[in-house]
């Protein structure tokens, strides 16, 4: 669980600090930064598994398209930054299985890991490909005493904090780094990152110079080496941007395909057959049909068929007609239900989901329905953290009101723009606000507030439309039909 995320250098975020609880919702209008956020959760989680250069090449520019690597670097005027830095706070999963099947088990479980990437300035020998270099990587230990100042959301600390929250370390950090050159293109002869063993100042260090590494040594941990390494390693590993698309889910499976769920949500015959066998099937599928009735209609039944000639697996759906359709004739709304329908009955799904605008594909009136699902897949604080209540956390953003005005309060970040200065040239960097009176003022330093007329804005966009300036020849709009006025957001006239 991703409870607190500090970002500068990375595209428009500069010197960002958000807090985030099990559900957080961030608005805002396109272009203001939204997207770059959930874009640096990714990188991040790249990190944990790829090399510097793979992770940098799969993240989107603005166009939706891969970046190039120097255009991951906050740019001013025509120049860009040469060092990005982030910094996690994070809750992660114990135990946790490496690369070669071995299991680790983490001494604590609330850690904070930080990286610092540069843009090389010259082509070292080692390197000679690779633009980027590590300039800083540590993992430490947050202390037990220390939860309540970190975990600012409302929580039962009895029932879910202490579950959660576990274990104790004495002596050094799990990753440090030591030794001179920490700007980019200086020298890096002597700047070196250690790997230590968990058993705090006992072992030696697993050592490596920075300059020659091609990822991060998060990347690298085993269970062996470093159990509480790895469970920071998979935890970062499961954060998932899910992009839906309709197509992927309308697929069926081959029998001998993955049964996770993938971000485009491929898979999900595969996926939904493995539950319904490990568990008790009719059971699985009732309680599918059962809650996608209570979003979207009257659903009779759910299940996976298996064509055993073809070797496949196809989703089907009987509708209140008592007609079976296949996955392909559903449509896309009911086929995004059905897939985060199924995520929520999943117990490994990943600890992390990132959801880009929930409303698309949905008909208003299921909007609510829609972020009630989402709500629900996150962990309840208030209730023991177990498989029936998994440490799971969603974030969404959007730019829909609609989406706003349906989430609680204190879930919300408004997400805009403001200018700034670096070196005396101005730029424009994404700043992420909170409304006042709830969690996120505890520290005032960590979240600015929204005015009430910022939000008022927001939430009524048809004031807008509403007093624009009237011109000739032009078609009646809806909002201007005398017969609307008293049923739409600023209607001017009153009930009599």
Same mark, same amino acid.
């Given at each position: 669980m991703?409870?607190?995320?500090?970002?500068?250098?990375?595209?428009?975020?500069?010197?960002?600090d958000?807090?985030?609880?099990?559900?957080?919702? @961030?608005?805002?209008?396109n272009?203001?930064?939204k997207?770059?956020?959930? =874009?640096?959760?990714?990188?991040?989680?790249?990190?944990?598994?790829?090399?510097?250069?793979?992770?940098?090449?799969s993240?989107r520019?603005?166009?939706?398209?891969?970046?190039?690597v120097k255009?991951?670097? !906050?740019?001013?005027g025509?120049?860009s930054?040469?060092?990005?830095s982030?910094?996690?706070?994070?809750i992660?999963?114990?135990?946790?299985?490496?690369?070669?099947?071995?299991?680790?088990?983490?001494?604590?479980?609330?850690?904070?890991?930080?990286l610092? @990437?540069?843009?090389? #300035?010259?082509?070292?020998q080692?390197?000679p490909?690779?633009?980027?270099?590590?300039?800083?990587?540590?993992?430490v230990?947050?202390?037990q005493s220390?939860? %309540?100042?970190?975990?600012?959301f409302?929580?039962n600390a009895a029932?879910w904090?202490?579950?959660?929250?576990k274990?104790?370390?004495?002596?050094?950090?799990?990753?440090?780094?030591?030794?001179?050159?920490n700007?980019?293109?200086t020298?890096?002869?002597?700047?070196?990152?250690?790997l230590?063993q =968990?058993?705090?100042?006992?072992?030696?260090?697993?050592e490596r110079?920075a300059?020659a590494?091609?990822?991060?040594?998060?990347s690298?941990a085993?269970?062996?080496? /470093? %159990?509480?390494?790895?469970c920071?390693?998979r935890?970062?590993q499961?954060?998932?941007?899910l992009q839906?698309?309709p197509?992927?889910?309308?697929?069926p499976?081959?029998?001998?395909?993955?049964?996770q769920?993938?971000?485009?949500?491929?898979?999900l015959?595969?996926?939904l057959?493995?539950l319904?066998?490990h568990?008790?099937?009719?059971?699985v599928?009732s309680?599918?049909a059962?809650?996608?009735?209570?979003?979207?209609g009257?659903v009779?039944r759910?299940?996976?068929d298996r064509?055993e000639?073809?070797?496949?697996?196809?989703?089907m759906? #009987?509708?209140?007609?008592?007609t079976?359709?296949?996955a392909?004739?559903?449509?896309?709304?009911?086929?995004?239900?059905?897939?985060?329908?199924?995520?929520e009955?999943?117990?490994?799904t990943?600890?992390? @989901?990132?959801?880009?605008?929930?409303?698309?594909g949905?008909? %208003?009136?299921r909007i609510?329905?829609?972020?009630?699902?989402?709500? =629900?897949?996150? #962990?309840d604080?208030e209730? %023991?953290? =177990?498989?029936?209540?998994?440490?799971?956390?969603?974030?969404?953003?959007? !730019?829909?009101? /609609?989406?706003?005005?349906?989430?609680?309060?204190?879930?919300?970040?408004?997400a805009?723009?403001?200018?700034?200065?670096r070196?005396?040239?101005?730029?424009t960097?994404?700043?992420?606000?909170c409304l006042?009176?709830?969690?996120?003022n505890?520290d005032?330093?960590?979240?600015?507030?929204?005015?009430?007329?910022?939000m008022l804005?927001?939430?009524?966009p #048809?004031?807008?439309?509403r007093h624009?300036?009237p011109?000739h020849h032009r078609k009646?709009?809806?909002?201007?039909h005398p017969?609307?006025?008293?049923f739409?957001? /600023?209607g001017?006239?009153?009930?009599?």
């Amino acid at each position: 669980m991703l409870t607190r995320l500090k970002v500068d250098g990375f595209k428009n975020l500069v010197g960002v600090d958000v807090q985030f609880g099990p559900f957080t919702c @961030i608005a805002g209008a396109n272009g203001v930064g939204k997207s770059n956020l959930f =874009d640096a959760i990714r990188f991040l989680s790249k990190l944990a598994n790829w090399s510097l250069l793979e992770a940098a090449l799969s993240v989107r520019d603005d166009s939706g398209r891969n970046a190039d690597v120097k255009g991951l670097f !906050h740019r001013v005027g025509n120049s860009s930054v040469e060092k990005m830095s982030f910094e996690a706070e994070m809750i992660v999963p114990s135990p946790a299985i490496d690369d070669l099947g071995q299991e680790g088990k983490a001494t604590t479980t609330f850690l904070r890991y930080t990286l610092e @990437i540069g843009l090389r #300035t010259s082509k070292p020998q080692a390197q000679p490909t690779n633009p980027l270099e590590i300039l800083k990587e540590e993992l430490v230990h947050i202390l037990q005493s220390d939860a %309540p100042k970190h975990l600012l959301f409302p929580h039962n600390a009895a029932q879910w904090r202490r579950k959660v929250v576990k274990g104790k370390r004495a002596g050094v950090a799990f990753i440090s780094t030591a030794g001179i050159g920490n700007e980019p293109g200086t020298d890096t002869k002597a700047r070196i990152i250690k790997l230590h063993q =968990d058993g705090g100042g006992k072992g030696r260090a697993y050592e490596r110079a920075a300059t020659a590494l091609p990822r991060t040594v998060l990347s690298s941990a085993t269970a062996a080496e /470093s %159990p509480t390494a790895l469970c920071a390693r998979r935890e970062m590993q499961s954060w998932q941007l899910l992009q839906l698309e309709p197509a992927a889910l309308r697929q069926p499976d081959e029998f001998t395909a993955p049964s996770q769920l993938e971000s485009n949500g491929r898979h999900l015959a595969a996926n939904l057959y493995r539950l319904a066998t490990h568990d008790d099937s009719d059971k699985v599928c009732s309680q599918l049909a059962n809650r996608l009735s209570e979003l979207i209609g009257s659903v009779r039944r759910v299940r996976v068929d298996r064509d055993e000639k073809r070797e496949l697996s196809t989703v089907m759906m #009987t509708n209140p007609d008592q007609t079976e359709l296949p996955a392909r004739a559903l449509s896309d709304g009911t086929l995004r239900f059905l897939a985060l329908s199924v995520l929520e009955l999943d117990t490994q799904t990943p600890s992390l @989901i990132c959801l880009e605008e929930p409303e698309n594909g949905i008909h %208003p009136d299921r909007i609510p329905a829609m972020l009630r699902l989402l709500q =629900d897949l996150a #962990t309840d604080p208030e209730e %023991p953290s =177990d498989e029936s209540n998994p440490l799971r956390q969603v974030i969404v953003n959007t !730019h829909s009101p /609609s989406v706003v005005m349906a989430v609680p309060d204190d879930s919300v970040l408004l997400a805009r723009t403001e200018k700034a200065l670096r070196e005396g040239h101005p730029f424009t960097k994404a700043v992420f606000a909170c409304l006042p009176n709830n969690w996120r003022n505890k520290d005032q330093a960590r979240c600015q507030e929204v005015g009430k007329g910022e939000m008022l804005s927001y939430l009524n966009p #048809t004031a807008v439309l509403r007093h624009e300036a009237p011109y000739h020849h032009r078609k009646r709009r809806i909002i201007d039909h005398p017969e609307f006025a008293l049923f739409t957001p /600023s209607g001017t006239q009153g009930a009599t």
